[in-house]
Structures are given as C-alpha cells and as structure tokens.
C-alpha cells in the first residue's frame, strides 16, 4: 500500500441519540467531541440518530402493513370507474 494516502483507521465511539447506547469500534470517521469509555481512554464520539440499537427492524418493532385492506379501500374508490 502507498504511505499517507489513506484515511487513519482508529477507535471511535458512536452515540445513538434515539435509544442512549453507545458502542466503541473503528472507523476512518473522526470528531473533536471526546467521551471516555469504560476502559477510562477517552474517543472522539461521533452521534447518530438510528443505529441496531433503535431502529424498527432489529428491535421488532416494526409496523405491518395491511396490503390486503389496503386493496379493498382501493377497489372499492374505484369500483365504478370506466363503466
């Protein structure tokens, strides 16, 4: 590999704002905000509003969409149109 062509590759901690967790890994993503860790080394935090932590799909929390109903009501608009 070429020298300094490449972004530096370091830990980071990533903040999610919708459930509070926060988890440590890297990333070539850098921030001037500093939060210390469990280890007692402080990274730079880098704030996100989803993460595994919040969003719908990974929680279960996800809404079903009712296809079937949704035909019906669309028929039903429709039913005499174009007769």
Known sequence: MKAEIHPEYAPVIFHDLASGT????????????????????????????ISSE????????????DSAGRVEKFNQRFKGFGA
């Open 54 to 65: 919040s969003h719908p799909f990974y929680t279960g929390k996800q809404r079903i969409m």
């Open 22 to 49: 926060s988890f440590l890994t890297r990333s070539t993503v850098s921030s001037s905000k500093m939060m210390k860790w469990e280890d007692g080394n402080e990274y730079p935090v880098i704030d996100v509003e």
